[in-house]
């Protein structure tokens, strides 16, 4: 996996607020809900929102764990 704040545009300075709220921006951007079951964008919509998710759970993870 990529680095998990890169993934969210954060720095590893971030607050839990600052990663919170970049982690809903991007995901409200790219739910797979926001394109149409034709569009050829939703799969990558899905592999995104996937990613974002890992991405903020592994953050969270290792700030619990710090």
Known sequence: MKD???VLGVTQT???EEIKEAYR???RK???DN???DNPLK???NEKTQELN???DKIMRMR???
Do not use: R
Request: proline share 8%; charged share 15%; glycine share 4%.
């Open 54 to 56: 890992q991405a903020y």
């Open 30 to 32: 790219y739910h797979p």
């Open 64 to 66: 619990a764990n710090a």
């Open 25 to 27: 921006t991007l995901a």
């Open 14 to 16: 971030a607050t839990d």
């Open 35 to 37: 394109y149409g079951d």
């Open 43 to 45: 799969e990558l919509a």
């Open 4 to 6: 998990p704040y890169k």
